[in-house]
């Protein structure tokens, strides 16, 4: 397999940087206008150049449709209707996801609503399953994806050079308090085996921010709040309507706002804090500049959980049953592991519980906007 050297030693991340974080707040008549209007505020355009290909990822939590789970169709329309209107042609913007050992990403495009949006403007969604991937020594002091990829970390081989636009939505993560911008490049740089760095989610997404200062000339995020996922996230969630989208250059600060907004002390998530003492990004709220409408009053009282496949994946990679991890997660016998996750989630959780909840979500106006998709 053809390997990449990492071109230069990063240069020193620079801890006086300040960061700005864009907040709206939106309801489904003018979301399109809301979203042009939260990445000029944002200041997308210091980050990302028409001159350059972008990278678009998309986050696919889930093949099917569950609110707040994946990308809004909404928000892909809002960000890729702006960004053609400001100069970006369609053949430099590269929407893209790539899959789990429990997702589909084609047909997750289609289930999300995603395949009509990116056809109506002239877009093109890619599969990762479907490019060359190459393994990348990259020169940073990455925490643990070394260890746990000895043999090399791949990447898409299209990733490097270009850069890069995240679409996470707000909501909690069983297994890292809560996911945004940082968790949504996992699923971009490491193949579908990734689920073997759950046992260091947090040092992992470290990792993740310092690869992605080597590949990517610029990185930004738009964040749709619409409805977001409180409870057993990432996918198991309760939907709650917060009618807020968010936009930063700063990865790790629009995760501690987005945190902040779902009532959690960002320093206390371990890779929010960590990222922040080494420069990465800045987590503390009191150093970010918030501009936009004021949310100083928002508070959404989110508490994450553990869906039953988070609780019994971490009983086995750090609880008491931790002696069999080689056997059931890294031997032929792990099909069980995605098997189960399926049955769980598809054939037991989704057509009961998340049937209600969607059932409920859909007599919503953002519902409603769903169905128009």
Excluded at 102 to 117: A, F, Q, S, Y
Aim: hydrophobic share 45%; net charge positive; proline share 7%.
């Amino acid at each position: 397999m053809p390997v990449i050297e990492a071109p230069l030693v990063p240069v020193a991340p620079d801890r006086t940087r300040t960061a700005r974080v864009a907040v709206v707040r939106t309801r489904p008549d003018r979301v399109l206008a809301d979203y042009a209007r939260v990445m000029e505020l944002a200041g997308y355009r210091d980050t990302l150049s028409p001159a350059r290909d972008t990278l678009i990822k998309l986050n696919l939590s889930w093949t099917k449709y569950f609110p707040a789970c994946s990308s809004q169709p909404w928000q892909v329309e809002g960000v890729v209707a702006k960004m053609l209107a400001d100069g970006f042609a369609t053949d430099r913007l590269l929407p893209l996801e790539n899959k789990t050992v429990v997702t589909n990403p084609r047909e997750g495009c289609r289930n999300n609503r995603w395949e009509p949006v990116l056809k109506r403007h002239g877009l093109t969604f890619t599969a990762l399953t479907e490019v060359d991937w190459q393994v990348y020594r990259f020169k940073s002091p990455l925490l643990k994806l070394n260890d746990i990829f000895p043999e090399g970390i791949q990447i898409p081989a299209i990733y490097p050079g270009r850069q890069i636009l995240h679409l996470p939505t707000v909501k909690t993560h069983g297994h890292a308090v809560m996911t945004g911008s940082v968790k949504n490049s996992f699923g971009g740089l490491l193949k579908e085996v990734r689920h073997y760095a759950h046992k260091h989610m947090h040092e992992v997404l470290v990792d993740l921010l310092y690869m992605q200062r080597e590949l990517h000339p610029g990185v930004f995020t738009v964040m749709d709040g619409t409805v977001a996922g409180d409870g057993a996230g990432p996918r198991t969630m309760i939907p709650r309507v917060a009618n807020l989208i968010l936009a930063s250059a700063d990865s790790v600060a629009i995760d501690a706002i987005s945190a902040r907004l779902m009532g959690f002390d960002p320093m206390s998530i371990p890779f929010l804090r960590m990222a922040h003492e080494r420069g990465l990004g800045v987590a503390d709220v009191n150093a970010i500049e918030l501009v936009g409408d004021d949310v100083a009053d928002v508070n959404l009282g989110f508490q994450t959980r553990k869906s039953l496949v988070i609780w019994g994946d971490q009983l086995i990679r750090k609880g008491f049953l931790r002696p069999l991890e080689p056997l059931l997660l890294h031997s032929p016998l792990m099909v069980w592991a995605p098997f189960a996750s399926n049955v769980y989630h598809d054939w037991l959780w989704y057509p009961t519980v998340g049937r209600a909840r969607i059932r409920e979500f859909m007599r919503t106006e953002w519902g409603r906007l769903f169905q128009a998709y």
